[in-house]
């Protein structure tokens, strides 16, 4: 059996546990994820690396595009927007100046594991998703954008794409507009939508403005442009979206991106809409699961669970 068809089943259990029982509690407590680290991982990628404090300065690492490219850092610097962020530091669990924060450790588990997969095949655009809402994929999206950049030298972009519901500007306390709708519609270019706050090398593409036709932007090809020119400047790219079961933005957004993470909401989350959500993808992008939100206090919050290599699929995964 497929860990994530493991982790398919155990939401399910605890779902089934929990009917008739007591409400589920926002927070119960932490465990490390069970999966091992994939196999000849090359120990420059995995994060053995010591992290930045939440607001120190950081100097950006060396590889990046010429400065003959319109895309390089310094333009970067000199035109992204600084902002004054004021995080929700309840659930944006790295900008809390205590690093043992429940559910740090987790996000750092699921850190490493992501390094070891880009080992096996490129992955540096990550898909959050799941098949319905309020299961998660903002708080994660946006918890595990901060734990990459936590670490020295990595630059990592978050990307508000729940053009129908967005959240992640409430959650980092900024502001939605400029963002990637005033993007897609053409009004403005890259540079002027990204922010960055107190965190040093996170930046934020938050939502823009309000929009009628979400669907049909998305889809425009417009935001795959948008991922292929930024990309060289980032060591990490997050992609928040809405659920997938229900509409289709997050099956078309996933084109342009490496990999899809699925959250699964524990005591939540039907299996067959899991698995319905699960289908929308082809089995190579799905890099692994988030099961979000258990409710005992022995058991974790949230959890990570991930197929062996998401490049080739040697089992079923239903
Ligand atoms: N593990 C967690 N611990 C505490 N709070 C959480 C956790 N996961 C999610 N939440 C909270 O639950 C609510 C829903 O989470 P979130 O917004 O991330 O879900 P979502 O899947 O992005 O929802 P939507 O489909 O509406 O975009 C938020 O208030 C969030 O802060
Ligand atoms: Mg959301």
Request: charged letters at 25%; aromatic letters at 6%; proline letters at 7%.
């Amino acid at each position: 059996m497929s860990r994530i068809h493991e982790a398919l089943k155990k939401a399910e259990q605890e779902r089934a546990a929990s009917q008739g029982g007591s409400a589920q509690p926002e927070y119960s407590a932490v465990e490390v994820a069970t999966a091992p680290v994939m196999p000849g991982a090359k120990a420059s990628e995995l994060d053995a690396g010591t992290e930045h404090p939440a607001n120190g300065r950081v100097p950006f690492n060396a590889a990046m595009p010429s400065l003959a490219s319109p895309f390089n850092v310094d333009a970067l610097m000199a035109r992204s927007i600084q902002q004054s962020w004021i995080p929700d530091e309840k659930i944006m669990l790295f900008f809390n100046e205590d690093d043992k924060v429940r559910g740090t450790e987790e996000f750092r588990t699921l850190r490493s594991r992501l390094y070891a997969l880009r080992d096996k095949a490129p992955l540096k655009k990550i898909l959050v998703t799941s098949a319905l809402p309020k299961e998660g994929k903002s708080f994660t999206s946006a918890n595990l954008a901060q734990v990459l950049a936590r670490q020295h030298g990595r630059r990592v972009l978050l990307i508000d794409a729940d053009l129908r519901n967005p959240r992640l500007h409430m959650m980092l306390g900024t502001t939605a507009t400029p963002g990637l709708a005033d993007y897609l519609q053409g009004g403005t270019d890259e540079f002027s939508i990204m922010q960055r706050g107190p965190m040093e090398n996170l930046f934020l593409i938050p939502s823009g403005q309000e929009l009628s036709n979400p669907a049909e932007l998305v889809g425009s090809g417009r935001l795959k442009l948008l991922l292929q020119r930024i990309e060289p400047l980032f060591d990490w790219i997050i992609v928040d979206s809405p659920p997938s079961v229900p509409v289709s933005d997050a099956s078309v957004l996933a084109k342009g991106c490496d990999g899809v993470l699925m959250v699964v909401r524990s005591n939540s989350t039907p299996i067959d809409m899991a698995r319905r959500a699960r289908q929308e993808f082809p089995d190579e992008m799905l890099v692994g699961v988030v099961l979000n939100g258990t409710n005992s206090e022995v058991m974790p919050y949230t959890r990570y669970y991930y197929d062996q290599d998401h490049s080739s699929a040697t089992e079923p995964r239903s």
